[in-house]
């Protein structure tokens, strides 16, 4: 049974910086391909950033220059750190996996498989 747990969330100021974390645990699968999504009211869930398991990493053109995915060593923690956050990056952020590369998930349009359970981001000016 895989579970996911995010963690990090809070309120920042326009400009600010945030860290949010998601605790992985794997179950029996040995490695999993791990994203991190949002989702505003009003408004389609948004993939963000994906970290493959071979490590390659893929960024949605929002995220592309101020957020960066990343796991601890033991691959137990996924990682997103935001900077230079906008308003309109308020949103309920989630870690999922799959199985498949998120990339084909993606092509697949297709959702991952499991979900946590979400943790909110609210940028003030």
């Known amino acids: 049974q895989v579970q996911l747990v995010e963690s990090g969330g809070g309120s920042v100021q326009s400009g600010g910086s945030l860290r949010l974390s998601c605790a992985v645990s794997?179950?029996?699968?040995?490695?999993?391909?791990l994203g991190w999504f949002r989702q505003s009211p009003g408004k389609e869930r948004e993939g963000l950033a994906a970290?493959?398991?071979?490590?390659?990493?893929t960024y949605a053109k929002s995220a592309k220059g101020r957020f960066t995915i990343s796991q601890d060593s033991t691959k137990s923690n996924l990682f997103l750190q935001m900077s230079s956050l906008r308003l309109e990056d308020t949103a309920k952020y989630f870690c999922?996996?799959?199985?498949?590369?998120?990339?084909?998930?993606?092509?697949?349009?297709?959702?991952?498989?499991?979900w946590g359970r979400g943790t909110q981001v609210t940028v003030s000016s």
């Open positions: 794997a179950g029996s699968y040995s490695r999993l391909s």
């Open positions: 999922a996996a799959d199985l498949r590369r998120m990339v084909d998930v993606k092509a697949a349009d297709a959702d991952p498989r499991w």
């Open positions: 970290i493959e398991k071979d490590g390659l990493t």
